[in-house]
Structure formats: structure tokens, C-alpha cells
């Protein structure tokens, strides 16, 4: 799987749009983008996945460059509930596909 | 579905027990994923299986570390002898795999601390 750079943190404020982005400049062309967060002491949860087109669901929206070598996630309203470490992974689809963490990013949302 | 299902939720043992951490992935799904989480480590894969067979355990940490499928709807990860640096919180996973892509579900984890 193809390794993705993230900054270790950033905050935002309440009721803001929270903008995470993420590098993976050496992304396959068969690889996709997913990204989950972990709340303190919780499993981690997926929120959205894509290929090449933007992705919206209830929980985010992630905008993908044309050539597929960034990302970003985008939480529209962001709440405190929100604060959590955010992991952007990309991995082949398939029956053998490893999903692999790395160091992910910490998001502060502030009252 | 109650969502994957870990037991115990908290462990605490003694250096050199045996300890084996359960789980039962979602029914119907064919991957399995065990992790362990430190602070210092963060999220590790440590073995992930695909029908049961194990597909890629390159990140058991050693000899002591034992995982086993031995049907859909069961997994266990055993430690023997335990120590302390085997402190963390391990994290089972599992997901439905195959042509498509589909997200892994985790279960809340158990606290192993080794004393």
C-alpha cells in the first residue's frame, strides 16, 4: 500500500468547516483513498472512501485532486463531538487488502 | 447486528501468564483484522485473515504472539508468556472483501495491561 503524509494537528472552531488534508503522491492507480478517525478510547470508524471523484455522505465530503496525489476531507460543520484523531489510508480493493494505520491526524475543534 | 464483539473488555495478568483476547466479527463478513495500539507504536496490524486463512501475519511481534480462525465467526489473539511491554489495547476488526470495497468495522478493545 502506497504511504500517506499527514500534519499532526490542527483545530478549528465550533460550527466550522474543518479542512483535513492528506498527501499520497505515490498513490496506484488502483488504490483508494479512505479515511477513518478514532475518538479517545474507541475503535476507529470509517467515514468516506473514493477513486478519483469526490465523495459526499452524511457524515463528510472528500474532494480528490485530478491526479490523485492529495486529498482532502472535509467536515462541514464541525462539532466538538468531532475531536479525534483523523487517519487517511489508501489501500487496493480485493480479497487480500491489508488496511494499514499510520499516524494520522489530530483534530481540535474548540468551542 | 450487535457490531464486532471483543472480550474482555479489560484485562490485567501477571508477567509469564497466558492471555488470549476473543472476537467475533460481524456475521457474513469474510476478513478479520487483529491490531494493537500504544502510545508510542500507534495502530499496528498485526494479522489479518480472509476466510479464515491467515493472509499476512508479518506483524506479529514474535513467537509469543499466536493468532487462530477456526471458523467465520471466531478469532482469538493469545500471548504466552506475557510481559509487560505487551501492555496496549488490541483492537479486532473485520470487513466484507472481495471485488468491491467495503469498510472494516471495529470492535471497542481490550485493555491488556501486563504487570
Known amino acids: 500500500d502506497a504511504k500517506t503524509t499527514q500534519p499532526p494537528s490542527m483545530d478549528c472552531a465550533e460550527g466550522r468547516a474543518a479542512n483535513l488534508p492528506c498527501n499520497h503522491s505515490?498513490?496506484?492507480?488502483?488504490?483508494?483513498v479512505y479515511w477513518y478517525r478514532q475518538i479517545h478510547s474507541q475503535g476507529p470508524q470509517y467515514i468516506i472512501h473514493?477513486?478519483?471523484n469526490n465523495e459526499t455522505n452524511e457524515m463528510a465530503s472528500l474532494i480528490i485532486t485530478e491526479d490523485r496525489k492529495s486529498s482532502t476531507l472535509i467536515l462541514p460543520h464541525a462539532t466538538l463531538r468531532d475531536t479525534a484523531v483523523y487517519y487517511c489510508i489508501v489501500r487496493v480493493t480485493g480479497a487480500n487488502s491489508k488496511l494499514t494505520f499510520g499516524k494520522g491526524i489530530t483534530l481540535s475543534v474548540r468551542p | 447486528d450487535a457490531g464486532v464483539i471483543q472480550s474482555p473488555r479489560h484485562e490485567v495478568t501477571e508477567m509469564g501468564q497466558e492471555v488470549t483476547l476473543r472476537c467475533k466479527p460481524i456475521s457474513g463478513h469474510n476478513s478479520l483484522f487483529w491490531y494493537r495500539q500504544t502510545m508510542m507504536r500507534g495502530l499496528e496490524l498485526l494479522i489479518y485473515?480472509?476466510?479464515?486463512?491467515?493472509?499476512?501475519d508479518s506483524g506479529m511481534p514474535e513467537d509469543r504472539f499466536s493468532a487462530k480462525m477456526p471458523n467465520a465467526s471466531f478469532s482469538t489473539l493469545k500471548i504466552q508468556p506475557s510481559e509487560p511491554r505487551d501492555s496496549a489495547v488490541y483492537f479486532c476488526?473485520?470487513?466484507?472483501?472481495?471485488?468491491?470495497?467495503?469498510?472494516?468495522?471495529f470492535g471497542q478493545g481490550t485493555r491488556l495491561t501486563v504487570v
Open positions: 505515490t498513490i496506484s492507480g488502483n488504490e483508494y
Open positions: 485473515f480472509n476466510n479464515n486463512v491467515p493472509i499476512d
Open positions: 473514493g477513486l478519483k
Open positions: 476488526a473485520s470487513s466484507l472483501q472481495g471485488m468491491g470495497n467495503t469498510e472494516a468495522f
